[in-house]
């Protein structure tokens, strides 16, 4: 007898396959896009506990250390909630982000210890300009990854995270917002932005310290 699938671990793609794929990725360019990447049930439900806000206290987010308000606003306008490891879909992210952890560590001998992830709110009309994740020496965020959770995105939704790749970062990789895509790159390497959306538009973004 078949063993019945666990929707929060079954996936299309298989995990070691995923994780061998990812870091063939970042040794090569430096990023990874992959699609459908995580369990399609526990991408459901991050993407309802995204929208929970009766709980979720989304506010507006900083950029390194607390500059200005108003010059934060022009570069970066977007809430963000912290995730936590209580509730079932965060441990379960988080579990998950360990396992990809362990890969990264494995394979690229990054030594990467801690990881953190935020839920992102954009709504109509938020952006986030050009920007690295870490600076080269300094930033101990050393590989950052993004999930979308929006269903049925369209072109004319734009809110795309644009990434900057390649020599000299001339090449321009545009990633529509999708549920499930998932994103890993470089922190410290490929600058990228989130084009203004046109709809609220959800994300978690995590990176590992
Ligand atoms: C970030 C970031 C991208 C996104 O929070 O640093 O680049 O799509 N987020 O949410
Ligand atoms: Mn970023």
């Known amino acids: ?34 699609r459908n990447a995580l369990p ?12 929970y806000e009766d709980d979720l206290q989304y506010t507006p987010a900083g950029i390194g250390r607390a500059i200005d308000h108003q010059k934060n606003q022009t570069i970066r306008r977007t809430d963000i909630v912290w995730i936590g490891n209580e509730i079932f879909p965060d441990k379960k992210w988080n579990e998950w982000a360990d396992k990809l952890k ?31 994740d870490a600076f080269k020496g300094a930033g101990n965020r050393r590989i950052s990854v993004v999930l979308f959770l929006n ?5 004319t939704d734009a809110g795309e995270l644009r990434l ?32 203004p959306t046109n709809r609220t538009r959800y994300s978690i973004a995590g990176w590992y310290r």
């Not at 895509?181 to 470089?186: A, E, G, I, K, W």
């Open 164 to 195: 900057y790749v390649g020599t000299d970062h001339k090449e321009q990789i545009l990633i529509a917002p999708e549920i499930g895509t998932l994103v890993v790159f470089l922190s410290d390497l490929i600058p990228h932005e989130v084009l």
């Open 40 to 51: 399609h049930g526990l991408v459901k439900l991050l993407s309802e506990r995204a929208r």
């Open 1 to 34: 007898m078949l063993p019945i699938p666990d929707p929060l671990e079954d996936t299309d793609i298989d995990q070691a396959v995923l994780f061998g794929s990812i870091c063939d990725d970042l040794v090569a360019k430096s990023y990874s896009v992959q």
């Open 151 to 155: 269903a049925l995105w369209k072109n």
């Open 102 to 132: 362990t890969a990264l560590n494995r394979d690229l001998f990054l030594g990467l210890q801690y990881f953190e992830s935020h839920y992102a709110r954009y709504n109509e009309g938020d952006f986030y300009k050009r920007h690295l």
